[in-house]
């Protein structure tokens, strides 16, 4: 496991930005893949975004909140981050960093952050 930790969250108005910080412990960091995901009261965890580790680094995105948030990363900070813009109401959750070191051939993240409480008012 490595240790993860979430900073960042706050309260914003809507139509407001946050960014979002990970950073991850261990000297093969730059080699995961990270996601966020977030849960919102009464509600399910869900995905929120994947950057791959490598060299050539992708990203995919939720459709919920694709073209509004995106992914980058800083191997030498150990450091991923979410920009969130155009935020809404509906994007208050508690948002969670995880990291995938590749153990197993599907997306599976071993290690978890305590999560960063999101929340946007209207």
């Known amino acids: 496991q490595v240790l993860v930790v979430e900073s960042g969250g706050g309260l914003v108005q809507a139509g407001g930005s946050l960014r979002l910080s990970c950073a991850a412990s261990?000297?093969?960091?730059?080699?995961?893949?990270m996601g966020w995901f977030r849960q919102a009261p009464g509600k399910e965890r869900e995905f929120v975004g994947r950057?791959?580790?490598?060299?050539?680094?992708?990203?995919n995105y939720a459709d919920s909140v694709k073209g509004r948030f995106t992914l980058s990363r800083d191997n030498a900070k150990n450091t991923v981050y979410l920009q969130m813009n155009s935020l809404k109401p509906e994007d208050t959750a508690v948002y969670y960093c995880?990291?995938?070191?590749?153990?197993?051939?599907?997306?599976?993240?071993?290690?978890w952050g305590p999560g960063t409480q999101v929340t946007v008012s209207s």
């Open positions: 995880a990291a995938d070191r590749g153990s197993r051939s599907t997306d599976y993240y071993d290690s």
């Open positions: 261990g000297r093969t960091f730059s080699s995961y893949a």
């Open positions: 950057i791959t580790g490598g060299v050539i680094m992708r990203t």
